[in-house]
């Protein structure tokens, strides 16, 4: 305990010398790129103020004042550069790797190093596992999906004649924490209940971790980091639950050789088949694992409960859904094919997603070298540049009526001729950028929206849903960028905005004595 209150202190104080030396801003960096806030001395104070709690606003502010073209908002350290329209989208996107770095945006952003440990960084052959093994394997996986769908609903939301109450993400994170964990590591474990516990819990400890590091100063954070992420110890956790699993694989391997009779057809299986070097010890198969739960559970559960949200304070919606389940599945089975042809399924997610979003920006790069986009708009060595996604979800060029929730939307889309695949919930576009877009696209979607799919099939066919407080849909908090539906109760979603409210006057009070 004295040993925290030394390491809060030490960070502290390091934090405030940091801050009184150096955060004196001028935002005079990018001065041929508009900013949507001032960029005088103190007054620039008032933007990184609003940026935490106001930041889909400032974006939507600069997307309308400068559509086309990019534009600036100040972060606590640095600028992001925005970028709108499809034109610079796709020159972002398109943008060699050797100039704007995805890999280091995402290293900044998630503050990989402390959060998920620079192996995952350094060495990042899980994503090629997840963009071919599992993709590949989806169809012979999806009796595992759906049985373990329907056992975790059943555990979750009894069947009853009478109505019942059960928490909204709660609920989703442990359903879609079950579901993933048996194509990651198979029955029984993924129905571990500690084991459970485990990853949602690192995956709420990856967020917060990151977003409390990003508002600290780059030397703070090796020390900061011993106080708000905790890798090692779920490491240990871990290896409880999964060093004699894999022991156990390891010998069948010496045994019988690597396709070795009744191999599990499983993401630790492609892993022990991937790793070299140090990254086939067990603490880092381990490691490997609870990042690719993070990136499972972390997304697909905010998506599937803002489409959960919204089914219930619109159950009108469910009849036309669960009709097309029953007449496809009739037909066809529960099946992946199955869920290919549910249109109006997969327009309800795409359009949840397209409505609600994950976060106001996408395709987050750091430039390696200078990059100059073709209206001429500079981007220097080491600065940040991101695409408008919520704005751009929101324009009536590319959507009519988008304020407008409507989940026929892609389906409709997808009548016309031509427009078959283009219009499906994992295709993306510059007008369309909610798993990203271009080769670094989010490799995991196809997984998750045959997950998402396959559980909203599910949901319409075997329960009716409403809102605790009928119509009132819950408004998840925005920190910064990001939507925080994992600050999972009023109480914290007001402390954590307390916390940056006192922590900006406490910081404006300091410089203006000095």
Request: neutral net charge; glycine residues 6%.
């Amino acid at each position: 305990m004295e040993g925290n209150v030394v390491t809060y202190g030490l960070v502290a104080l390091a934090t405030l010398v940091y801050v009184l030396r150096w955060l004196k801003p001028s935002r005079s960096s990018l001065p041929d790129i508009p900013a949507v806030t001032p960029t005088a001395p103190i007054l620039s104070f008032y933007g990184v103020f609003k940026y935490f709690t106001h930041s889909r606003e400032m974006i939507q502010e600069g997307y309308d004042k400068y559509k086309g073209r990019a534009f600036k908002i100040p972060e606590v350290f640095r600028w992001m550069v925005i970028v709108t329209g499809p034109k610079l989208i796709e020159e972002l996107r398109k943008a060699p790797d050797d100039t704007l770095s995805f890999e280091e945006a995402t290293r900044e952003s998630l503050q990989v190093d402390y959060t998920l440990g620079p192996a995952i960084h350094h060495n990042g052959y899980h994503i090629g596992i997840v963009r071919s093994n599992l993709t590949r394997n989806l169809a012979a996986l999806f009796p595992d999906v759906r049985d373990e769908i329907v056992a975790a609903f059943t555990e979750a939301i009894p069947l009853s004649d009478d109505w019942i109450s059960v928490p909204a993400l709660e609920t989703v994170m442990q359903i879609v924490c079950r579901t993933s964990n048996r194509i990651f590591v198979g029955l029984p474990k993924c129905r571990d209940l500690d084991y459970r516990k485990l990853n949602i819990q690192f995956t709420v400890d990856v967020v917060k971790g990151a977003m409390i590091l990003n508002l600290l100063p780059t030397f703070v954070r090796p020390l900061a980091a011993r106080i708000f992420t905790n890798v090692p110890s779920s490491i240990d956790r871990g290896m409880k639950h999964l060093e004699p699993i894999i022991r156990q694989r390891y010998q069948a391997m010496e045994e019988y050789g690597s396709d070795y009779p009744d191999k599990p057809n499983d993401m630790l299986s492609w892993f022990m088949d991937e790793a070299k070097g140090e990254e086939r010890e067990v603490r880092a198969l381990v490691l490997r694992i609870l990042t690719v739960n993070f990136a499972a559970i972390h997304t697909s559960s905010m998506s599937f409960t803002h489409a959960l949200y919204r089914l219930a304070a619109n159950p009108e919606y469910i009849l036309p859904m669960r009709e097309e389940v029953e007449s496809i599945v009739k037909a066809e089975g529960w099946t992946k094919a199955a869920m290919g042809k549910m249109r109006k399924v997969d327009s309800f997610l795409k359009e949840s997603q397209r409505y609600h979003g994950l976060g106001a920006i996408s395709i987050t790069r750091r430039a390696l070298r200078d990059f100059t986009f073709s209206d001429g708009t500079f981007i220097p060595k080491g600065e940040f540049v991101s695409a408008a996604a919520m704005p751009t979800h929101y324009d009536e060029e590319y959507y009519e009526n988008p304020e407008v929730f409507n989940p026929w939307r892609f389906a409709e889309m997808r009548s016309e001729d031509g427009e078959g695949t283009k219009h499906q919930m994992v295709s993306t576009s510059s007008e369309y950028i909610p798993f990203g877009h271009g080769k670094h696209a989010c490799p995991g979607r196809f997984f998750a929206a045959n997950e998402l799919k396959a559980m909203l099939a599910h949901v319409v066919t075997t329960y009716d849903v409403k809102l605790e407080n009928e119509g009132v849909v819950p408004e998840p908090l925005w920190v910064a960028r990001l939507r925080c539906s994992l600050i999972r109760s009023p109480l914290r979603a007001m402390a954590a905005q307390t916390l940056y409210h006192v922590g900006f006057w406490v910081y404006i009070a300091v410089y203006t004595v000095l």
